[in-house]
């Protein structure tokens, strides 16, 4: 079986902070990550993924995210934040093998950037 | 806009009752998932339908049901709603080649179940 843990509820960081997101995940094989963004009343909204390669994922407005297999964690950072950025974050993971593409999701870490 | 299109966008219902929700994917793309987002169990995945037929199932309960037809749209089926039912429920879809395996959601249909 696979699983996410966001192990922060909510994470606050002033305007022009970096900000880290944090997730580890468990699966059986290589994984396959990915970042998603909830807006309030709105869908998920896809950010990046990591499938191979370069541990250093970048993704959508200046989202960054660092694969480290040793501590299987996937952590999404941005350099500066925005009070724009506020939402609700979701990391999942699928094993790389899987004949589904269904993802399994952490239970989401709400940002909050303060002016 | 992820091209994946959702209805109704909300519905208000009571107990007992039984819902469909609709779910279009995007052009191309052959799966439909369905997710239940709730405060207490967060995002949930319900079922995997790919081009007509069930592919993966998650924690669906019985009393849900979900069909992809022939023009790929999807239907997801709840009866004897319970209070508990009450969630966001999404739809997303995957499949086209050259796309390693993102998902991408339509903008949820709202239950609530008085």
């Known amino acids: 079986a696979q699983s996410v843990a966001q192990p922060e509820d909510q994470v606050n960081v002033a305007e022009g902070n970096p900000l880290t997101v944090k997730c580890t995940y468990s699966?059986?094989?290589?994984?396959?990550l990915f970042w998603y963004v909830q807006y309030p009343n709105r869908g998920l909204q896809f950010l990046l993924k990591y499938i191979t390669g370069d541990n250093l994922v970048k993704g959508s407005y200046g989202f960054e995210a660092e694969f480290n297999k040793s501590q299987t964690s996937f952590h999404l950072k941005k350099p500066s934040a925005l009070v724009s950025d506020s939402a609700l974050y979701f990391c999942a993971v699928r094993a790389s093998g899987a004949g589904s593409y269904q993802l399994t999701f952490g239970k989401g870490t709400k940002l909050s950037v303060i002016p | 806009d992820s091209g994946v299109t959702q209805t109704p966008k909300h519905l208000i219902t009571a107990t007992g009752q039984r819902v469909t929700l609709r779910c279009s994917p995007r052009?191309?793309?052959?799966?439909v998932y369905w997710y239940q987002q709730s405060l207490d169990q967060g995002l949930q995945f319900l079922i995997q339908?790919?081009?007509?037929?069930?592919?993966a199932k998650g924690n669906i309960l019985e009393r849900f049901s979900a069909q992809q037809f022939p023009d790929l749209h999807s239907e997801l089926n709840l009866s004897s709603l319970e209070l508990g039912d009450s969630a966001l429920y999404f739809c997303?879809?995957?499949?086209?080649?050259?796309?390693?395996?993102?998902?991408?959601f339509g903008e949820g249909s709202r239950l609530t179940v008085l």
């Open positions: 052009s191309g793309d052959l799966s």
């Open positions: 339908y790919y081009n007509g037929e069930e592919r």
């Open positions: 699966v059986s094989g290589n994984p396959y």
């Open positions: 997303a879809s995957s499949g086209r080649r050259g796309q390693a395996g993102e998902l991408f």
